[in-house]
């Protein structure tokens, strides 16, 4: 045979032994790969198996033990309020997104048996979490207002560049700028308030106040006050008497008498000695 035949015959035999070894180079690597991943997952199984057992031991050998037994109710309450929630959508504000594992286990901490009981706690949990929020707004408020010669913003949605990540928008939508008479226990430093557009339920729910002086909440009477109304009615008689004394607040509820003008303040203020009248033999 040729020289140069036997030269081309041995090249390929080279070459093609070359591309059989890097072949089984490959495979070598997917198997210690493979091998590498099977450990893995045959060491998570078996801790997995490990804590399983462990769980089922203590349940088995702690049943009387009080510490463990209320433990083991107080997960099943979490566990039942948020099925509540999941079956109870209205139930829910955005800003639940960001409730902890504590948040839910401090909402759950009581007996949920009845109706009523799982609406306390919702409220629980609403509360914590918009409280929370509203801390946050406050130092959006506080930076808008630094950079916008102290006024206050007229929507809602210019306070969006400075929350720090930005917030949800559904979040935000759900507030709003109001006179601050409409929450009249809440003094924030200024005319304006920011609050909640309205309450999930009305009997249990807290209201936020944010201004420039900080926030602040208020309990379920802010939505259900009964003297809200009355004292929206009086408002302009207030006024008139603290324009005409220097800026100063009525001592006693008669000096509002001569500013009292129309048939509707004056049923107000019938109705507001009632409740003052109410209170003080209480």
Same mark, same amino acid.
């Given at each position: 045979m040729p020289l140069n035949e036997q030269i081309g015959q041995l090249s390929q035999a080279l070459t093609a032994a070359t591309n059989q070894l890097e072949a089984l180079r490959d495979d070598s690597e997917r198997l210690n790969r493979n091998t590498s991943d099977l450990l893995k997952l045959r060491g998570e199984v078996g801790r997995l198996r490990n804590e399983s057992q462990e769980l089922a031991q203590l349940k088995a050998g702690s049943t009387n033990d009080p510490t463990v037994l209320e433990a083991i109710r107080w997960k099943d309450r979490v566990n039942s309020l948020k099925q509540h929630l999941a079956q109870n959508p209205v139930a829910g504000?955005?800003?639940?997104?960001?409730?902890?594992?504590?948040?839910?286990?401090?909402?759950?901490?009581?007996?949920?048996?009845?109706?009523?009981?799982?609406?306390?706690a919702m409220s629980d949990l609403r509360n914590t979490v918009q409280n929370r929020f509203a801390n946050d707004m406050k130092e959006a408020l506080?930076?808008?207002?630094?950079?916008?010669?102290? @006024? +206050?913003?007229?929507?809602?949605s210019q306070l969006q560049p400075y929350f720090k990540p930005p917030v949800d928008e559904a979040i935000l939508q759900r507030y709003a700028i109001l006179p601050k008479d409409q929450i009249p226990n809440l003094r924030m430093g200024g005319d304006l308030i920011i609050s909640q557009k309205s309450p999930v339920d009305a009997d249990f729910d807290q209201r936020v106040g944010i201004g420039p002086s900080g926030w602040g909440s208020s309990g379920p009477q802010s939505w259900n006050d009964p003297i809200e109304s009355t004292l929206k009615i009086l408002n302009p008689a207030l006024k008139a008497y603290a324009a005409a004394n220097s800026g100063a607040e009525p001592s006693k509820p008669s000096d509002l008498l001569p500013f009292i003008t129309t048939p509707e303040q004056k049923t107000a203020?019938?109705?507001?000695? @009632? +409740?003052l009248e109410a209170n003080k033999r209480d």
């Open positions: 504000i955005p800003e639940l997104q960001f409730a902890s594992n504590q948040d839910w286990l401090d909402a759950a901490r009581r007996e949920l048996k009845t109706d009523e009981d799982y609406r306390r506080k930076k808008y207002l630094d950079a916008n010669n102290k @006024k +206050f913003p007229t929507d809602i203020y019938e109705k507001a000695l @009632k +409740f």
